[in-house]
């Protein structure tokens, strides 16, 4: 599983800009599942409500997670997304500022 180094960190404000996937917020829960027993959640970052009143919540994922999902896109039939059902779930990818998660602040603290 591939994850990017988050670089500095400002622990006052605890937002990064990372990766995410587009969820309807009836659908966070069976997705952030799906993700996590891939591997694909990543879990140094909170889950965030998208503040443009769409009802989407935006879940970190791996890099790993966006290759599969270019992969599945990509190929000429859908067995590929029969594979993972929580990729027909999926709005949209994109970046979002998110709060880190507290065992990743605490990480950080503790190397300082």
Do not use: W
């Amino acid at each position: 599983m591939s994850k990017k180094h988050m670089g500095k960190v400002d622990l006052q404000s605890s937002q990064v800009e990372t990766s995410v996937v587009y969820v309807k917020s009836a659908n966070a829960k069976r997705v952030k599942v799906e993700l996590e027993s891939k591997g694909y959640l990543d879990k140094r970052f909170k889950m965030v409500k998208v503040a443009d009143g769409t009802y989407l919540i935006a879940l970190p994922v791996t890099d790993d997670c966006l290759a599969h999902l270019r992969h599945s896109l990509d190929a000429s039939d859908n067995d590929n997304l029969a594979d993972h059902s929580f990729a027909s779930l999926i709005v949209k990818v994109g970046k979002e500022v998110v709060s880190l998660s507290s065992s990743s602040i605490g990480k950080i603290k503790q190397k300082r």
